[in-house]
């Protein structure tokens, strides 16, 4: 466990907890603090600028370039690293399957995935740099630019509908608009703006400036059918077509945003098209961030104790910097592993290799019908000897970026997070297995690279997560999330009213998980709970 | 005498200095956080976007557009605000001469422009927008985007020398390069991507991503000449040619970025071009904000004791919050009034209308005769009455871009900033004429707008700045320059050898004047001294 947590926490908070195990708002705000202060604050003193190994102004203050919680560490070339395809053979779930995770539903990796590419956006054509507002701004939603925006947004009209975002309704159910026609054009010359979807495997890779291309031939060794292309959707992030679940994620997202414009019109006859388009997204934001906090983030603590979304823990922390990612943070959230092989569904299961840039299945099943087949089944556990092969290629090339910006090898991180470097691999992991693949690409645990030494670890006791991997992301969730501009205190504190309204402001209140948002949107009441967490699952250690 | 100065500070101080009157550490630390937080903190709810009332996404992340302190404030239709001629006439110098100042030299404003030009940078095709970097990163020598920056840099070459700026020689006078031929062509095409020189009076106002045009054919109604406009330099700001005062300060920082890249350059043979060029930026920027803070402001400020440039007293301040231009301080800093009819020169004084775009009275006697005649005249008093009449049309400029933005009343910034609302007339200004014309443009202290109201108060005793503009600057110079990311925490006190090598950290702490930098270039012993007061002048109020 890290020191962070054990010796910290999980005594200590035992003692001040509330009965229904909500934190108080003091033992809260230490259990963020202690988290966050596990490794050293912003502003980072490194970035991939020009590889520098020294600080220098274009690295402190061009965002495009990725900071660093390292300096750069370069490879001896007389003891050069082992080759990137034995590295990723580490990672490669057995033929004969692999291991489920006992605590988390499909749900998660879903959230995560869609939260995640909103700002984890390493530059396609360039991996030392990057394409981030770095700011949970929802913009797979919303788009990364005003322009985006623009394309997004439904005109407004005289007597029409205030503030929407364009979609269409297929049946009772509301999606995005679609961005193909069969032909492979736009159906609307507005989406030209937006980014290219991302088929890296199957084209060149495409600036983010140049406009959507027509779909590719060929997708995954298959041809790349009309009836394939024509489901994915016009949206705002470049990798919320990449799979059904998180095309459900914007679908839920969509609807909310429409969903809160009509009550917001409806409640505020004075408000024009702009002024119910930006409340509407100043209430989205929010919402998403009490989510983050309140159910993605609860679900990956192994404490038994629910931490909030508390933004006043933030207005005088000392981590209250400009957010900017990292090239560590860009690396650490690639959760491929949790991808089971196949994908359960209505209609039989789909293997994992067609559960991408093809919405059909989620068209077929309906937005509720897909969030309950993801939170219906298990995901695969965290960590190395469990990527399917269909993602298996990622993981080469996760090991080619982390070399391409010299990240330092996997001690020296657990050195900057409060760790004692690993002397034995069996610090690493527990298992014999991994134990000898690890001893046979490197000589010693110094030697370990710092991706595959994330996922080499055990999982942390009642946490879908490893133990440095889960320091790190509570480090970067809490202080890039609190930090918003929307939860700063002269917005959040001083003028509530005037940034979401009194109404806006009880439903961000009143918005804890996605199963609330869902139920909102008008899910049968008695229909299974939508849960990141599998049912029955429970802490093993309880205070 | 504002609230948080006279109360806080003069009495509490006297007990704690030290024998040199320099402050001690925490009393320094004290007299910055107190006046940094007469105000609230950033980030502003409220931004130039829209010109919206309530905050929004778009308004709450675009620094392109102004963050703002108040919220904008609408005209009333049935009670509009007096003709902008009108109230420009209150900043007008009466034909018999202006009042002089007898604090401040020349060099005062000469310098005070050369720094806010780095920040302060309205549009010039859109006053609700900016081309900031929103950081003192001294883009007036280095530009303000890597291209400008690469086309001032003289290209590294083998056996050359390194991370130079480009610069010639005029006898034993470096300078920047001339910018224009006699043909009016870039005498280098890499200028192309410089900003345009502000020649925004004589021809349409360009964009800041146009090349240099072309110089007018007129200026000031007068032929604009070749032997003139072949005196421009090739700079990073598009002000550095307004007159020779800030082309003067331009050369100076040339050649200490020159002279500290040739020492640097020798004293580590192992650096390459790259890295003694980012190497003295990184030491030029913190150079200059510790004469921002130890000469400039204690020149401003009206307290007998010496403010320090400590970068620590920032790092755990809850006003450490990202840098933002507001709309308030875009204008707050227009300090026409402190520019005399004529500037006293080598070979007669120069009517201060052709004191602008010719640099022919620097060259004529060079760098460090500028310097002297700057540091050896008076300005004038900054205040209503007193604006030169070549300036003026700018005051008319500055009240409407003002109105552009909606700026709220000048009542509600007292407020603001912690001082008491005028109720009568006798509350802004002791001056009966003041008084009178103030009554004649405005019925009541209510309606006076920001920014004549700003300018039209008596100047506090021992500065030269009214009140309320006193207390404005103090809260974004501190608030904005500690905040440089070369100060903090983990590159000034982790890595200073890193950063700056202990030779240039050293000659950080070498500097505190700009007196200091011309000696160790050079200055001949035995000359006058070069300071923004005037010799003689001493406090009227001691402890």
Redesign the interface.
């Known amino acids: 466990m890290p020191n962070w947590f054990e010796r910290e926490l999980f005594a200590g908070l035992a003692k001040v907890v509330e009965d229904d195990s909500w934190l108080s708002d003091e033992a809260n705000k230490l259990a963020i603090n202690t988290a966050v202060n596990s490794t050293?604050?912003r502003?980072?003193?490194w970035s991939t600028f020009?590889d520098?190994?020294?600080?220098?102004?274009?690295g402190?203050?061009?965002r495009t370039f990725l900071a660093r919680h390292l300096p750069p560490s370069y490879p001896d070339p007389a003891n050069p690293l082992p080759d990137p395809a034995k590295v990723a053979a580490l990672f490669a779930r057995p033929a004969a399957g692999g291991t489920k995770s006992n605590k988390s539903t499909c749900l998660f990796p879903a959230f995560a995935q869609y939260l995640t590419d909103g700002f984890i956006r390493t530059n396609p054509t360039n991996p030392r740099k990057n394409t981030s507002?770095h700011?949970i701004?929802m913009c797979p939603l919303y788009g990364r630019t005003?322009k985006q925006t623009d394309a997004l947004r439904l005109p407004a009209a005289a007597g029409g509908p205030k503030g929407r975002l364009k979609s269409q309704m297929i049946g009772d159910e509301e999606y995005p608009p679609f961005l193909y026609n069969p032909d492979g054009s736009l159906t609307d010359p507005a989406f030209n703006v937006l980014d290219p979807p991302l088929f890296a495997f199957n084209q060149p890779i495409k600036k983010p400036t140049d406009p959507p291309p027509p779909p590719p031939a060929t997708m995954g060794g298959k041809p790349f059918a009309p009836a394939r292309y024509t489901s994915l959707f016009a949206v705002g992030g470049d990798r919320v077509n990449s799979s059904p679940f998180t095309a459900m994620m914007n679908t839920l997202w969509l609807r909310e945003h429409n969903r809160v414009a009509k009550e917001l019109e409806q409640r505020n006859p004075g408000f024009d098209d702009?002024?119910v388009f930006?409340?509407a997204?100043?209430i989205i934001?929010p919402m998403f961030i009490k989510i983050v906090v309140e159910d993605y983030i609860n679900h990956i603590t192994p404490i038994p104790f629910k931490i909030k979304a508390d933004p006043s823990v933030v207005?005088?922390a000392?981590w209250?910097?400009?957010n900017w990612m990292t090239a560590e943070f860009s690396l650490l959230y690639r959760w491929h592993a949790l991808m089971p092989d196949q994908i359960e569904w209505t209609g039989g299961a789909i293997p994992l290799g067609d559960f991408t840039l093809d919405n059909r299945a989620l068209l077929a099943v309906g937005l509720d019908g897909a969030i309950t087949l993801a939170a219906s089944q298990a995901t695969n556990q965290l960590g190395a000897m469990n990527t399917s092969a269909a993602l298996l290629p990622i993981e080469g090339l996760s090991i080619s970026q982390a070399r391409t910006n010299n990240l330092a090898p996997y001690n020296a991180y657990r050195v900057a997070f409060g760790m004692a470097p690993a002397t034995a691999f069996d610090q690493i992991s527990s298992s014999q297995e991994i134990q000898d693949k690890l001893r046979g690409i490197y000589d010693t645990p110094d030697r370990v690279e710092f991706y595959p030494g994330l996922f080499a670890e055990d999982r942390v006791p009642d946490s879908p997560l490893p133990q440095l991997l889960m320091t790190m992301v509570a480090v970067d969730a809490f202080s890039q999330a609190l930090t918003n501009?929307?939860l700063?205190?002269?917005?959040w504190k001083?003028?509530p009213t005037?940034?979401f309204t009194d109404w806006g402001f009880n439903e961000i209140g009143n918005t804890s998980s996605l199963s609330d948002v869902l139920i909102r949107q008008g899910r049968p009441g008695g229909s299974p709970p939508v849960t990141m967490t599998l049912p029955g699952w429970s802490y093993t250690r309880t205070p």
């Open positions: 050293r604050n502003p980072h003193p020009a520098a190994d020294y600080p220098n102004w274009r402190l203050s061009d507002n700011e701004d005003p702009e002024r930006q409340t997204r100043n934001i207005w005088d000392t209250n910097r400009p501009p929307l700063s205190q002269h917005v001083d003028n005037l940034t």
